[in-house]
């Protein structure tokens, strides 16, 4: 496997899930905060940082639509993931309370995970990460302003907990994937997955036929996202998580079938596959 970084960057403030996850990644580094989601690619594509981290995935909100844009070239590999229990905490300032509170502030992800306890009861404010959103309402210092955080943030920042894991569904985790300027190279042994970013033709059947290789393959694919093309209306491209490394022999023909299949065949990166 890869060895330590030197240097691992996140987005975002301290006390992040991000943040968190990049600790339980790579938990003999010390991460450090690069900014937004693209400073954190920037980072690392510019060899400042050796990894980054990033949010993928949440079971309750879907794709991290920020973060697949930045890595849809696969020129920033993903080496690496872990899953985070998402425990989401209402919290405010000193004497706050929550039928006090008309806005709140969080990362949008955040606030679409807890629809029902918002229930357009509230004024929303989009934050950076949750995290930020803390630390905002901390600064503004205002009982009728709270934020959708974790309660390692509310702590980080001060604020006190005005309602407890408030996310529309107690199974709320995200999956966040740590990215770097070399790919992992195979090695037997390891439970290995990789994410693929595939477009197809415009035609009835394109999407069945590009993946149909994976079947007589027996390759297993593990999950399947569709997103919009920018610029194409109407068009699409999908994401893919298959299990096995790309340069494992029996995934490496799969993926040549699949290539000769699509109009576009991108390898996001193969790293050992993480439990919840």
């Known amino acids: 496997m890869a060895p330590t970084p030197a240097s691992v960057v996140y987005p975002g ?3 992040s899930y991000t943040s968190e996850a990049a600790d339980r990644l790579f938990p003999e580094v010390e991460a450090t905060s690069a900014g937004s989601f693209a400073d ?14 990033l949010p993928i995935e949440n079971t309750l909100a879907g794709i991290v639509a920020d973060t697949c844009d930045l890595i849809a070239d696969g020129a920033q590999p993903i080496v690496a993931e872990t899953i985070i229990h998402i425990p989401h905490c209402l919290a405010g300032v000193a004497g706050a309370t929550t039928a006090g509170v008309t806005r709140i502030h969080s990362h949008p992800v955040a606030l679409a995970q807890c629809r029902d ?6 004024e929303e404010h989009g934050a950076p990460t949750t995290a930020d959103a803390a630390r905002i309402v901390a600064e503004l210092g205002d009982p009728t302003c709270a934020a959708i955080a974790s309660p390692a943030a509310a702590r ?8 407890h894991d408030i996310s ?3 199974d709320n985790m995200t999956r966040f994937v740590a990215i770097a300027r070399e790919a992992l190279p195979y090695a037997e042994g390891v439970d290995w997955k990789t994410a693929l970013r595939i477009v197809t033709g415009n035609q009835p059947g394109a999407l069945h036929d590009a993946i149909e290789p994976f079947r007589y393959h027996g390759v297993n694919m593990t999950s399947l ?10 068009r699409y491209q999908f994401l893919i998580d298959i299990a096995g490394h790309c340069d494992d022999p029996q995934v490496a023909r799969a993926l040549d079938d699949v290539r000769g299949r699509s109009a576009q065949l991108v390898v996001l990166g193969s790293f ?5």
């Open 168 to 170: 529309d569904h107690p």
């Open 156 to 163: 980080r920042y001060g604020l006190e907990v005005l309602e």
């Open 13 to 15: 403030s301290a006390g």
């Open 225 to 234: 996202h569709s997103r919009p093309i920018k610029g194409e209306p109407w």
């Open 272 to 276: 050992p596959a993480a439990t919840p």
């Open 117 to 122: 306890f918002l229930d357009s009861r509230f």
């Open 40 to 53: 954190v690619y920037a980072a690392v594509a510019s060899g400042t940082a050796e990894i980054g981290v």
